[in-house]
Structures are given as C-alpha cells and as structure tokens.
C-alpha cells in the first residue's frame, strides 16, 4: 500500500507539473483549454470551473491538457477557428505552449534537486586515493587530482565519474585533471573488473562539498545535469539495442522495482533517507518526461512542434485533419507500446 501511494504521489507530482505548463501557456496565449486531467481511464472525479473541465481518472500513468481546435477537434463545420481556438493562436504562442510541458519538467527538476543538495552528501571529482597498480596510477596521476574531464566531456561530480565507467566499453580515455592548479592531461586505459562488471579508473573518493552562500544553486545544477546525462545516455543505449530486457521498465515496472524496492531498502535507515531517495527517483523521472516528450515522434510534444517549425518555415500550418491524422497513429503506437511494457513487467517481477 505504501509502494502505491509513493509511486501515485510521484507521478501525479511529474505529471501535474508537466501539464500545468502546458495550461499556464495555453492561459497566457489565449488558448481555451478544454480539460486538464490527471491519469487515464475512466473518471475517478471531475469538476467544471469557468470552461475548463479538471478531471482525475484512474490509472496514474499519464495525463492530459486538451485544448480547443487541437488536432482539428471543435472546428466549426465551416472551417474557421473560434476565439480561444489552438488554432487561432500565433505561431510562437503555440510552441510555447507545447514547448511549456517539458521545460516545467525541467523546473521541478531543478526545484527538487535544490531541495535535495541540502539533504545529501555530494562528492567532488577529486582522486582522494590513486589506486597502486590502476589505470590511473599507470597514467602517472596522484592522490588529490581533480578530474575536470573524461574523454572531453565536462565533470562537476564524482557520480558523473562513475556513470562514464559504467557506460565505457573499453579503450583508452583521455583525462583532463588538476594538480596544484596547474591544468594536466594524460591517456589511460581503464581496466575491467569482473565484480562491478565495468572499467575502473583505479581511484576512490571521499572529498565532500560543504555548501556555502549561493553554492545550493550550482550544485542543483549539476544534480540536475547529472540526471539529464544519464538520461539521453541511457536512450541512446537502448536505440543502439545494448539494453536487456529486464532493464527496461513501465510503470507497473517502475512502482514495484524502483519505488518500491527503494523504499524497501531505506526504510530502516529513517524518514529523511527513504525522503531523499523518492525525492532523486521523482527528480530522475521528471527529467525523462521532459526529454521523452521532446522526441520528434507524433503524439509527443516533439511532434506537435516539428509540425509548428514546419508552419514557421513555410508560413503556413499543416492541414490540422492530417496532422491530427500522424498523431493519432503515434498515439495507437504508444498504447501498444504500454500493454508491451506491461507485460514486459510483469514477466520481470515473476520471474525473479
């Protein structure tokens, strides 16, 4: 029941503030919403308050911002959009509008990671221990280097040190790193390490960040970069296909194995441990809604807005009938693609 009531909590929190940002922008360019829904399925409870229907319906997996004119629907039969018609409304109103749900994404986001940076122990980049006879040992670096970079890309925490091993797959990689503030580079090798199942750069941490004036908002910044890279780099595993099956999960997935597995397991350490992990898991999936929904893929906010480039481009939209059309296939996609989710995660708690 606790599982449940965390997992309802934080996807109605990612999902509210998702399409809240669609409903302030709808609001501020004049565009007459029609509903503003919490979860799919059939209604749990609704209410009319002025010409907005708000709903909450019975399967928390997802939500809804209608607006009038959207995809063709409530077109008068003569073909012209009413006031507060999606339709009616500017160009770049619209793709704010669209474009408003992923960026509120990206706020909470941010929001709970500043929240979180003041709970947690961050960790700086910095080699406390080179580990004798590791990689970065053989490299020639030293007890107290600050890596700056791996392979060129930029590092502010030590967690991004160990997502880059866990996605490296062998070779050499170059380290930019800091020694007495003076700015080194050099070449190692990483080696493999049958236990964690990744190439190690032979190095430990235990350098802390203590927190000071306007330090929370830089920090908030990384925590929030941190999540955004493993996202894209996570997607980008599973497009090249090097994602098991038993990785990949759905909602049900996502409740039992991560809320609730998560709580599990911090529980006996207190309120503030089991606080802070759900507060990362709802930074983390609000991070994912953002960038999923800005996927160039119909049905998603990234496919209305390929659409409304298109119309910027050519000065004029594309028949609302047809672009309702492409998503509506997207949309049959996405169903299919949850009932193969939903029996992807049910074959994974069953089986282990």
């Known amino acids: 029941m606790v599982t449940l009531l965390l997992f309802i909590v934080i996807f109605g929190v990612v999902v509210i503030s998702h399409e809240f940002g669609h409903f302030l922008l709808a609001k501020a360019n004049g565009i007459h919403v029609i509903e503003f829904a919490v979860g799919m399925g059939p209604n749990l409870f609704s209410f009319q308050k002025g010409d907005t229907r708000y709903s909450l319906k019975l399967f928390p997996i997802g939500g809804a911002c209608m607006f009038e004119g959207e995809d063709g629907m409530d077109v008068p039969e003569d073909g012209e959009p009413g006031e507060g018609s999606f339709l009616k409304a500017g160009v770049w109103g619209r793709i704010s509008t669209v474009a408003a749900g992923p960026f509120f994404n990206f706020i909470l986001a941010f929001v709970i990671a500043l929240v979180m940076v003041h709970m947690i122990v961050i960790r700086d980049p910095v080699a406390t221990q080179v580990l004798e006879g590791g990689a970065a040992w053989t490299a020639g670096m030293k007890d107290g280097d600050r890596i700056l970079s791996l392979d060129g890309e930029r590092v502010y925490l030590y967690e991004e040190i160990q997502l880059f091993t866990m996605m490296h797959k062998g070779g050499d990689v170059e380290v930019e790193y800091e020694r007495d503030g003076e700015v080194c580079r050099t070449l190692l090798t990483p080696s493999y390490d049958e236990t964690t199942g990744r190439y190690l750069l032979g190095i430990s941490n235990a350098s802390f960040v203590e927190l000071s004036g306007l330090d929370g908002l830089k920090y908030a910044w990384y925590e929030m970069r941190y999540s955004i890279r493993m996202t894209y780099k996570s997607l980008g595993m599973l497009i090249r296909g090097q994602v098991k099956r038993q990785d990949v999960a759905g909602p049900v997935g996502i409740a039992v194995n991560l809320v609730g597995k998560t709580y599990e397991n911090t ?77 992807n995660d049910l074959s994974n708690i069953f089986t282990r």
């Open 267 to 343: 529980r006996a350490y207190g309120w503030r441990n089991v606080l802070v992990n759900m507060l990362n898991i709802t930074l983390m999936l609000s991070v994912n809604l953002g960038i999923l929904n800005l996927l160039p893929i119909p049905a998603l906010d990234g496919g209305r807005l390929v659409f409304l480039l298109v119309e910027v481009i050519r000065g004029k939209p594309v028949p609302p009938e047809k672009e309702g059309m492409v998503h509506f296939i997207g949309l049959m996609f996405f169903m299919a693609l949850m009932v193969l989710l939903l029996f």
